[in-house]
């Protein structure tokens, strides 16, 4: 079994910012990479970043240069440092983990249960 647990979201101020947390635990034997989804009401969930065990990171446009993501890989931890939040920011975000349970076991994508970020006056 294997969880992941987010945190740090929460209500903040257009030009505000905001750190997330995703720590996964359980059985894991190879965590492979782990990253951030987000989903607003009525749109498709999309990509916000993510980082590989080896360090390599990408983002969505619409978040380069306001976000940052890190990992711990001693934890199984990945951080998601958001600045200069615009209300399109708005969205539950999910976290995620690419990882093997076992050394020949198969590769699987696990997802945590998300956290609320509201960007708002």
């Known amino acids: 079994q294997v969880q992941l647990v987010e945190s740090g979201g929460g209500l903040v101020q257009p030009g505000g910012s905001l750190r997330l947390s995703c720590a996964a635990s359980g059985s894991i034997f190879r965590l492979n990479a782990m990253g951030w989804y987000r989903q607003a009401p009525g749109k498709e969930r999309e990509l916000v970043a993510h980082?590989?065990?080896?360090?390599?990171?990408n983002y969505a446009d619409s978040v380069k240069g306001r976000c940052t993501i890190s990992s711990d890989n001693a934890k199984n931890t990945v951080f998601l440092q958001m600045n200069s939040l615009k209300p399109e920011d708005t969205a539950r975000y999910y976290c995620y983990a690419d990882l093997s349970r076992d050394r020949f076991g198969p590769r699987n994508v696990h997802w945590g249960q998300g956290t609320q970020v509201t960007v708002s006056s």
């Open positions: 980082i590989t065990s080896g360090g390599s990171t």
